[in-house]
């Protein structure tokens, strides 16, 4: 199974400040057919997970361009740049490369 | 808009079976592979299941396999997940999900206890 370590597993960061979150895999995501499927989820506090990030750096529809995701093979990081209180929450890697999909144990992101 | 209603929680006793039903609507429902995804109290992420878009083929982790079956009825927009001898580490809330999209269900509660 591929083990994917997501640190640091929280963070406290003020208003207006950035911050990274790394997730490293055990074998490389990149699939057969040329493409990396590494995802950066975000869970709010009472909802449920919402996808933010999909193939390591593609925003999805209506996420604002602070976050961005880069990254290969088996080293990836989400910055999120000028946080703003609505970003709070968990956040998780996925890999959905390799049967079993698996995720990042999450990182909790609180405003100072 | 896309939607994803989960149904068929709540409380079972460790041993038993429960069928958690997920009607899509807002998507071409049979183009897509679909997926459920479990969340234990206070705990993260686990995928539970995942099958193709015709139905053809499933896919499980070694914790379910054997004993949960993921379905779908393409007529009906509609995926199940026929969970048998059921255990307390069940115990989460499952989403459904369009295989790890920005479509998820809220989620359905199942609690395994005597």
């Known amino acids: 199974d591929v083990v994917m370590t997501q640190t640091p597993p929280s963070l406290s960061v003020a208003i207006g400040q950035s911050v990274s979150i790394s997730c490293k895999s055990s074998?490389?995501?990149?699939?057969?057919?040329?493409?990396?499927?590494l995802h950066w989820l975000l869970q709010s506090s009472g909802r449920s997970p919402k996808r933010l990030i999909y193939?390591?750096?593609n925003l999805d529809s209506g996420v604002p361009d602070r976050f961005s995701g880069t990254g290969s093979q088996k080293d990836f990081t989400l910055k999120i740049s000028r946080v703003e209180a609505k970003d709070l929450g968990v956040y998780y890697c996925?890999?959905?490369?390799?049967?079993?999909?698996?995720f990042g144990s999450g990182t909790k992101l609180e405003i100072k | 808009e896309v939607q994803l209603v989960e149904s068929g929680g709540g409380l079972v006793q460790p041993g038993r079976s429960l069928k958690l039903s997920c009607v899509a609507s807002?998507?071409?429902?049979?183009?897509?592979?679909m997926t459920w995804i479990r969340q234990a109290p206070g705990k993260g992420l686990e995928w539970v299941a995942s099958?193709?878009?015709?139905?053809?083929?499933?896919y499980y982790p070694d914790s379910v396999k054997g004993r949960f079956t993921i379905s779908r009825d393409n007529a009906k927009s509609t995926l199940y997940l026929q969970m048998n001898s059921l255990r307390s580490e069940d115990t989460a809330t499952y989403y459904c999900?369009?295989?790890?999209?920005?479509?998820w269900g809220q989620g359905v509660m199942v609690t395994v206890s005597s």
């Open positions: 074998q490389s995501l990149v699939y057969s057919d040329g493409k990396t499927y």
């Open positions: 996925a890999q959905t490369t390799h049967f079993p999909l698996t």
């Open positions: 999900t369009r295989t790890v999209s920005p479509y």
């Open positions: 193939q390591v750096s």
């Open positions: 099958i193709t878009n015709t139905g053809g083929s499933t």
């Open positions: 807002g998507f071409t429902f049979n183009n897509y592979w």
